[in-house]
C-alpha cells in the first residue's frame, strides 16, 4: 500500500505497526525513529525496520506515509522538524488519545502538498518500548480518524483501508467530538485507577497495612491501568483538559448521589445503579471488545 513507512517513535504503537505492517505485506520499506540512540539500537536489534536514526527529517525524506506515534506535548515541535522534508502527496498521521490538540499543533506547521489524517488507534496495553509490540494488538480495536475539513477523500479511505489491514475497525469523527468521547471511556477512568492506586500506597505506608498483599481482582486492574505510560498519560491529560474536566464533574456529581445513597441505606438507588452498570458490561463483550473469560481472559501462570 505504501513505498515507505516512516515511524516516529518505536515504542508499543510503533511497533506493533511495523510488525503487522511488515506481516501483511503492507509496505516496501520502514524507517523507525526514535530520539534515544539506545531505542533506536534495540529497535534495530528486535528488525522493526529497514533504516534507523535518531533525526525525524531523515526519517521522513521519500516517505509516502508518516506515522507520529510520540507523546501529545510533542507533535508540534517534530512536525516543525519534518514538515521541510516531506514528499508531495504524502499521509502524515499520528496515533495520539487527543485529536483536537494535535490539529491545532500540527495543521499550521504542515506544507500544503501533504494529507494530513490525524488518527487514534483504541489499543494498547501497560507496556511500552519498541520489545512490547505485537502483530496482534489492533486485532478486533476500533481505530478513529479524524481529519480536518477539506482533507482529500481518497488519502482518508487509503489510510482507514491501511488500518483495517493493521486488524482495526475504522471511523471518522470530528476532533472535538473525539475527545469528549475518549474522556469518559479513557481518560477519566485512567485518572481515576491513578488516583486510587495512589491513594492505596500512602496508606500503605502510612499505616504498614497488608494493602498490597491483599489486593483483590478490582484494585489490581486498576494497577495495571496505572501502569501506563506516564509521558504519555501526562501529555494526554494537559492537552484534553477541558473535556476531562468536563467529564470529571459529572463523574463527581453522580459519586456525590452515591455517597448520600450509602448514607441513607438507599438500597434500591444502589441496585439499580449496579444492573445498569451490569448490563453495559455485557452490552461491550457482545461487542466483542472484551472476553468474558474468568479473570478477563489474563491466565494466571503456573
Known amino acids: 500500500m ?54 525525524p527529517a531523515e526519517a521522513v525524506k521519500g516517505a ?9 506535548g510533542a507533535v508540534g515541535a517534530v512536525t516543525e522538524a519534518i514538515a521541510p522534508h516531506l514528499a508531495e502527496g504524502a499521509i502524515v498521521t499520528d496515533v495520539g488519545s487527543v485529536k483536537n490538540a494535535v490539529v491545532t499543533e500540527m495543521a499550521p506547521l504542515l506544507p500544503a502538498h501533504v494529507h494530513f489524517v490525524p488518527g ?37 479511505e487509503k489510510l482507514a483501508a491501511f488500518w483495517t489491514k493493521l486488524g482495526s475497525s475504522v471511523e471518522t469523527m470530528d476532533p472535538r467530538h473525539h475527545d469528549m468521547v475518549l474522556a ?32 483483590a481482582g478490582g484494585f489490581r486492574d486498576f494497577t495495571r491501568i496505572a501502569a501506563s505510560d506516564p509521558t504519555m498519560w501526562r501529555d494526554v491529560f494537559l492537552n484534553n483538559r477541558e473535556a476531562v474536566l468536563e467529564m470529571l ?36 463483550i457482545e461487542a466483542g471488545q472484551e472476553t468474558a473469560d474468568p479473570d478477563f481472559g489474563r491466565h494466571k501462570k503456573s
Open 120 to 156: 487514534h488507534p483504541i489499543a494498547g496495553t501497560e507496556h511500552s518500548g519498541p520489545e512490547a509490540g505485537f502483530a496482534e494488538l489492533f486485532d478486533g480495536r476500533w481505530c478513529i480518524l479524524t481529519p480536518p475539513a477539506g482533507t482529500d477523500p481518497a488519502a482518508v
Open 184 to 215: 469518559i471511556t479513557s481518560h477519566v477512568p485512567h485518572l481515576i485507577a491513578y488516583n486510587i492506586v495512589g491513594t492505596a500506597a500512602e496508606l500503605e505506608e502510612v499505616t504498614e497495612s497488608e494493602v498490597m498483599k491483599f489486593a
Open 249 to 284: 464533574g459529572r463523574f463527581n456529581e453522580d459519586l456525590t448521589a452515591l455517597q448520600r445513597a450509602i448514607r441513607w441505606g438507599d438500597g434500591d438507588a444502589l441496585f439499580d445503579l449496579f444492573t445498569r452498570t451490569r448490563a453495559i458490561r455485557r452490552g461491550i
Open 2 to 55: 505504501f513505498e515507505k513507512v516512516a515511524l516516529i517513535g518505536i515504542g508499543l504503537i510503533g511497533s506493533s505497526i511495523a510488525i503487522r505492517a511488515r506481516k501483511e505485506n503492507l509496505v516496501g520499506t520502514i524507517a523507525v525513529q526514535s530520539r534515544r540512540a539506545e531505542t533506536v539500537k534495540k529497535a534495530e536489534e528486535l528488525g522493526l525496520g529497514d533504516s534507523y536514526t535518531t533525526d
Open 64 to 72: 509516502d506515509l508518516v506515522v507520529l506515534c510520540i507523546p501529545v
